[in-house]
Structure formats: structure tokens, C-alpha cells
């Protein structure tokens, strides 16, 4: 059994900063890549950020380009999600996922594997 675990959640105003963990524990896996979604009361869970390990390659939603950063260390299925100039339009329970399969379109849900229980950020204005 894999476990995705997020943390560092909170409250905070707006154009303030947050960082947000997520670590795997469990059963030993090697990730292919790693993301970050966001579910916001009454809408769909959406993509924010992904990491692919083979290359390096981080990718982002528009809606937080230039303002969230991806990163982690592959080896421990470790990803980070530094959050710069939130706004209150980042509300949501974000959540951090891991696929263990080939690469593929990182922004759809079914693309991972496991998921974490989310971690609650709320941008107050």
C-alpha cells in the first residue's frame, strides 16, 4: 500500500506565501511523475503543476504560472509546491498525486496513480 501524505496547508492573505509538502510512504515505488491539483468548493478538481523526473521538467496551469513553483526529490517521492502571490482565487484543497506509469498527459486526473487526502489552503483578501 502506497501513502501520499500533504502537508502545509493553512490560512493566509492575499499576495502572502505558502509551501506545501507532499512525501510517499508504504510500499516502495519508483514515480514516473509527480503533480499537484486543487479542488475548490463546488467545481472540479483541476491540474496545477507536474514534475517529470526523467527530465526535470515541471509544467503549471496558467492560472499560477510564474507565482507556483514545482520541485522534489525522485528518489524519496518527495514534491514541494512553493506558493508566491496567492490570491483568494487559490482557495481550494490541494492535493498531490503520483504516477507510476509511462509518461502521458499530466493534467488529467486518471494519469495518476495514488493521491493523497488533500491539504486545505485558504487565501483570505
Known amino acids: 500500500q502506497v501513502q501520499l501524505v500533504e502537508s502545509g496547508g493553512g490560512l493566509v492573505q492575499a499576495g502572502g506565501s505558502l509551501r506545501l509538502s507532499c512525501a510517499a510512504s508504504?510500499?516502495?515505488?519508483?514515480?514516473?511523475?509527480m503533480g499537484w491539483f486543487r479542488q475548490a468548493p463546488g467545481k472540479e478538481r483541476e491540474f496545477v503543476a507536474a514534475?517529470?523526473?526523467?527530465?526535470?521538467?515541471?509544467y503549471y496551469a496558467d492560472s499560477v504560472k510564474s507565482r507556483f513553483t514545482i520541485s522534489g526529490d525522485n528518489a524519496k517521492n518527495t514534491v514541494y509546491l512553493q506558493m508566491n502571490s496567492l490570491k483568494p482565487t487559490d482557495t481550494a484543497v490541494y492535493y498531490c498525486?503520483?504516477?507510476?506509469?509511462?509518461?502521458?498527459?499530466?493534467?488529467?486526473?486518471?494519469?495518476?496513480?495514488?493521491w493523497g487526502q488533500g491539504t486545505q489552503v485558504t487565501v483570505s483578501s
Open positions: 498525486a503520483a504516477a507510476r506509469g509511462l509518461w502521458t498527459d499530466y493534467r488529467r486526473r486518471d494519469a495518476y496513480d495514488y
Open positions: 508504504g510500499r516502495t515505488f519508483r514515480s514516473t511523475f
Open positions: 514534475i517529470r523526473w526523467s527530465r526535470g521538467s515541471t
